[in-house]
């Protein structure tokens, strides 16, 4: 899957999950608690959606490498089936 591809989909989960983000408005290069408030229990629902939609699973110890967007888009383009 190419990496535009992913991240049109990642946008579309974070729309239906939190829908005050502007996606498009983000800097994918600075890290995402920075930027937005999103608890927890949303940013979960957000990698649950990434999996079921994408095939991705993206586990706690990679996930606290990942230090912005870019970086989980990055990973989930290399990852998707």
């Not at 999950?17 to 994918?28: M, S, T, Y």
């Not at 930027?35 to 706690?60: A, C, R, T, W």
């Amino acid at each position: 899957m190419k990496r535009e591809a992913v991240k049109n989909e990642v946008k579309t989960i974070f729309h239906r999950i939190a829908p005050d983000i502007e996606f498009d408005q983000l800097d994918l290069s600075r890290p995402l608690r920075d930027q937005v408030e999103m608890d927890s229990l949303d940013f979960y629902n957000v990698l649950v959606s990434i999996h079921k939609k994408l095939g991705v699973n993206v586990p706690d110890s990679v996930l606290m490498e990942l230090n912005n967007l870019d970086g989980l888009l990055d990973y989930i383009t290399a990852h998707a089936k």
